[in-house]
Nanobody, 115 residues
Framework: QVQLVESGGGLVQAGGSLRLSCAASGSIFSIGIMGWNRQVPGKQRDLVAAITSGGTTIYGDSVKGRFTISRDSAKNTVYLQMNSLKPEDTAVYYC?????????WGQGIQVTVSS
């Protein structure tokens, strides 16, 4: 069974930075796309960023130019560097990974940006 464990969330002032990490563990043969989505209460879960095994990246429109996704395939870990944070970035951030057996999601981690 594969698990994703997120870390690095917390409270930060507007304009500040945070770095999220997500490590996959368990019976992993190969991981395809890894990414981050976020969700606020009452709204759908939206794409933040994703990265393929070859390093191709995509970003949600609201985070382009501020967030950077990267991955260390040897460690089965994906990172999200978040700069110039805004109050509207406040959400629960979920890591996900596409495996041969399907998509796995992490438990989620809170990011709160104060104005």
């Amino acid at each position: 069974q594969v698990q994703l464990v997120e870390s690095g969330g917390g409270l930060v002032q507007a304009g500040g930075s945070l770095r999220l990490s997500c490590a996959a563990s368990g019976s992993i043969f190969s991981i395809g796309i890894m990414g981050w989505n976020r969700q606020v209460p009452g709204k759908q879960r939206d794409l933040v960023a994703a990265i393929t095994s070859g390093g191709t990246t995509i970003y949600g429109d609201s985070v382009k130019g501020r967030f950077t996704i990267s991955r260390d395939s040897a460690k089965n870990t994906v990172y999200l560097q978040m700069n110039s944070l805004k109050p509207e970035d406040t959400a629960v951030y979920y890591c996900n990974a596409v495996l041969d057996s399907g998509t796995v999601w992490g438990q989620g981690i809170q990011v709160t940006v104060s104005s």
